[in-house]
């Protein structure tokens, strides 16, 4: 029984965001699931709980990644949790462990996210987010996980 | 569809093992994803990949939290992988995703995964390693996991 | 003799800066070192070494935090070294170490320190780099560190 | 002015020591300090403090390396502060920046610094502490000092 790595695709974004933000997470989510794809978020509320309710709710694995010790500290929809301990740092590991990410949101970690994911050449797709040279843009979610699939492949 | 969090049980051993050790490695994992319980390892060879395969093999969950950047660098029984590019620091990973801790070897990463454990309060059962006063023993597999089992409700 | 914290103040830019920024990052080391402020970078080549190099010339404590093992990895300027171990997850360490951080480049690294810094709430002051709301600018190195050691009292 | 690397020893030892071990800590510290070697701790109460007042008080350089993200966050004998916001994985730095360590105590943060600078080849001297195969034993901080001076050479 040789397993095959599953694609992983990570979604960056704020715990406190807009009610269109949510609703564009939560169908990222919801097709990244539908593909076949793990989602990996940084395991908290806003964004990263709408995504991964997306994903959840459609049969998909949700890896949430905590800045805590307490991997009993994710947000409800997360199917497996690992808890960094190292705070903000967290960051690369939600970066490092997406084939490519898609980032919903103008906050600082989720810029920082995007950074980190750049610095070590993972492809970003931006739904919402800085208009920043070397980021692919989407405008719906469908596009942006379509192209973040291409991308990662 | 509200998710109920798995228990969570991580694994620590040497990527250059024993042929026992291996083989204890193997019926611990085998007998966590038995009982439903996802299982830890730093995604590596040796210990690591051996209580993965024994896990995976029996269907269960393995997350591997790696130390590179790379999250297709895991062992091919990782089912979930978070590359968190922070070096020998994913000990500290490895033992804050656990509810408990089983450990299988005498290396100073394992050493090191046993000291971070018990710094943040996890149970810690040692299979193969240490005699250290605060450390669980355990004589076989089975033991190990029913008491890593125990200790993490 | 009761020590009295000293002021230290980051700079965040990329390895391989150009001379314009080069420029810029020495003149800010030396001024921060002339002002008695500790300079913290992350130690490497670029804009991190020419900042170092104005600081240590000009007679200031220089501390270096490296993503690797190796305290010797460390360019030639750093006064006192702190080897993290943890990859890029320093850029944390870099943005926290510091009172405020004075950004001089547009490398995905320095966004990451950008985004870090103000995610912990540092002032960010930017010399060169994203034009990005809630960001600081100066048009000069004294500007810069000026405007550094005001928003870090 | 081309700069030498100095040399630079960690200490390793818990919050809530003994006064046996406080004595030797500080002990430790001055010795180093004396021998100009920077003494690199985490930064923080207990033996961290006392190795650090003993090489603060001789003169030297001392650099604490925090868990947290506050740099204000340090024993008020350090002279450089490195915050890393990593929590408990900040132990690799500490291990990583030595040239060699000295552990002084049996807490778990202690042997997690034991098995982390073991693993990446850092000599440990134990003052107090496990005895574990691998490692170096002093009777006296003299003792101490100048083995681990000898060993990082």
Redesign the interface.
């Known amino acids: ?3 095959v ?2 694609r ?1 695709i990570s979604v960056f974004g704020a715990g406190v965001p807009t009610p269109r933000e949510l609703e564009l997470a939560e169908e990222v989510g919801r097709l990244l699931a539908e593909a076949g794809v ?1 989602v ?1 978020t940084g395991g908290l509320s806003g964004v990263m709980e709408a995504a991964s309710r997306g994903a ?2 459609a049969g998909g ?1 949700v ?1 949430a ?1 905590l800045p805590g ?4 500290g ?1 947000n ?18 939600v ?5 490519a990410g898609i980032a919903i949101g103008h ?10 994911a ?3 050449g993972r492809p970003v797709v931006v739904l919402v987010g ?1 208009d ?1 040279e ?1 980021l692919h843009r989407a405008e719906t979610a469908e596009q942006a996980v379509r192209l973040a699939r291409l991308l990662s492949d």
């Open positions: 029984l040789p397993l790595a599953r992983q793990t990996v959840a709710e694995t890896l990644i010790e307490d991997p009993h994710a409800r929809y997360a199917t497996v949790v690992a808890a960094t301990g190292t705070g903000h740092a967290r960051n690369l590991a970066a490092a462990s997406g084939d906050g600082w970690g989720t810029l920082s996210e995007i950074g980190l750049r610095k070590i800085p920043i070397g």
